[in-house]
């Protein structure tokens, strides 16, 4: 069963206008939530995280957004570029004394139009 | 800058071969993860590690096993490779503390079995 979901496997949308990928979850244990971009051929690279206790965490143009009561969170992107243009993952952390596990979900391909 | 190297870009190897993809990590973390990357899937996470010489079964351990001799290396090992494991195996490691939540990647291996 999947614990992290993202449930739309694509997303496009104009160059300088806002995207908005969502991400859904299962597991309240969750301690923090992070956002992965993925180019073809290399290895995610971290974006954003968001802390379980907080609602919004702001980087530049990113923003994450954290409902914990709908187990829910959104990565906007304001304004979209093109260079945005990759797989985005969805990653969940449960940290359990000293370990740790990170689970992600199926991503979603975001391409932005010039 | 953090370092999570893994051993090849690109490996073809035949059925029923035994076959090691290692990582290299040079930050010191306790965390290291294995990954497999498969289109419509996203990333399952295959085995884990939080000490040297612990292990932890990811969501999808079957034909693997794993080795952690040393804090900075988790090596992948396929008894026997089927076709089915043909795929891209991204290893990650991370230093989990309240405020550091990242999880660095290693660039890929992309693994075909004939």
């Known amino acids: 069963d999947q614990q992290v979901k993202q449930n739309s496997p694509s997303l496009s949308v104009q160059e300088g206008r806002i995207s908005i990928l969502n991400c859904d979850y299962t597991?309240?244990?969750?301690?923090?939530f992070l956002w992965y971009k993925k180019y073809p051929a290399e290895g995610p690279t971290f974006l954003i995280s968001?802390?379980?206790?907080?609602d919004k965490n702001e980087d530049g143009r990113f923003t994450v957004f954290l409902n914990k009561s709908a187990k829910h969170l959104s990565l906007h992107i304001v304004p979209s570029q093109p260079g945005d243009s990759a797989v985005y993952f969805c990653?969940?952390?449960?940290?359990?004394?000293?370990?740790?596990?990170?689970?992600f979900g199926k991503g979603i391909t975001l391409s932005v139009r010039p | 800058d953090v370092k999570v190297t893994q051993s090849s870009r690109y490996l073809v190897k035949r059925t029923g071969e035994k076959v090691f993809l290692e990582c290299v990590q040079d930050?010191?973390?306790?965390?290291m993860f294995w990954y497999r990357q498969d289109p419509g899937l996203g990333l399952r996470l295959i085995y884990f590690?939080?000490?040297?010489?612990?292990?932890e079964k990811g969501d999808i351990p079957e034909g693997y096993s794993v080795s952690r001799e040393k804090k900075e290396r988790f090596s992948l090992i396929l008894e026997s490779a089927s076709t089915n494991q043909t795929s891209m195996y991204l290893c990650?490691?991370?230093?989990?503390?309240?405020?550091?939540?990242?999880?660095?990647f290693g660039q890929g291996t992309r693994l075909t079995v004939v």
């Open positions: 990650a490691s991370s230093l989990i503390r309240d405020t550091d939540t990242e999880a660095f």
């Open positions: 597991n309240s244990m969750f301690d923090y």
């Open positions: 968001i802390s379980s206790i907080k």
């Open positions: 990653a969940a952390l449960e940290i359990t004394g000293a370990n740790s596990k990170l689970t």
């Open positions: 930050m010191d973390h306790e965390n």
């Open positions: 590690s939080y000490d040297v010489k612990m292990k």
